[in-house]
């Protein structure tokens, strides 16, 4: 029964295939152990399953969202600020706070203090579920302020339905538009951490942070409980100012041989 319900699957949508038969397989282990059921597990899959199911090929390797260089981030910048659509703006703070898509266009009004100079992401609109504290630069609260004066039903950039926000599809087609599809929205993620790593002293865990990416390991996750917000501020701050034309840099490389 098992190899029926994934075989039709197995190389024609993997991993599809292999999260139903794990998921069968814990089920199953749960009704064993709770007494429903005795015997082997069918969805065992190592000297079991994988004896009847066709291999399949080693699974490809990651593939990067096409990036912006660091290098041409400032006439981009020029460029995007001439653009007079809401979507130019909402792409603008992104970049600007290494956020990604959905956490930016579902931004709502209450999530920021612009007093502090902070954004907070609610949890549940998080990639690991857990909320997210964004420090947020000059050019960003001015983005944020004058973006509110034109928010409506608590979206920080609505949409043209009444009551949504903006499309997921607005920063897409506004780099289509400005014959950028050799990029990807997402890719400003990257393009952030690489002038981090080229281009600044600030350590890692700052911009993993900034990323709001996982520790993945449990000791250091364990001791590091705080978001080191004041400490990423500089660092965010630095982005801004060369995003904007307003600070030149050095490579590290050129850093140490001088």
Not at 53 to 81: N, T, Y
């Amino acid at each position: 029964m098992i190899v029926k319900i994934v075989a039709p699957i197995w190389l024609k949508k993997g991993e599809t295939a292999r999260r139903i038969r794990g998921r069968i397989k814990a089920i199953l282990d749960a009704e064993a152990v709770l007494g429903h059921r005795s015997g082997e597990n069918p969805a065992r899959f190592s000297d079991h399953l994988d004896r009847v199911l066709p291999r399949v090929k080693k699974r490809q390797q990651v593939v990067h969202h096409p990036a912006l260089p660091w290098e041409d981030m400032p006439k981009f910048i020029e460029e995007l600020k001439t653009r007079p659509r809401r979507a130019a703006r909402v792409l603008h703070l992104l970049i600007l706070t290494a956020t990604r898509t959905n956490e930016a266009i579902f931004a709502r009004v209450e999530e920021f203090d612009l007093e502090a100079k902070v954004w907070t992401i609610p949890g549940e609109r998080m990639k690991m579920k857990i909320a997210h504290r964004v420090p947020l630069s000059d050019d960003a609260v001015k983005l944020v302020r004058a973006a509110m004066e034109k928010a409506k039903g608590g979206w920080l950039f609505p949409g043209f339905k009444e009551g949504k926000p903006l499309s997921n599809m607005a920063m897409l087609l506004l780099l289509r538009r400005m014959n950028r599809e050799d990029i990807t929205v997402h890719g400003f993620r990257s393009t952030f951490r690489d002038w981090v790593a080229d281009c600044t002293d600030f350590p890692d865990s700052l911009a993993e942070q900034a990323l709001a990416h996982t520790v993945k390991s449990q000791t250091e996750r364990a001791y590091r409980r705080r978001d080191m917000l004041e400490r990423r501020r500089p660092m965010m701050d630095e982005w801004a100012n060369y995003c904007a034309g307003k600070s030149k840099v050095v490579e590290m490389a050129d850093r140490k041989s001088a």
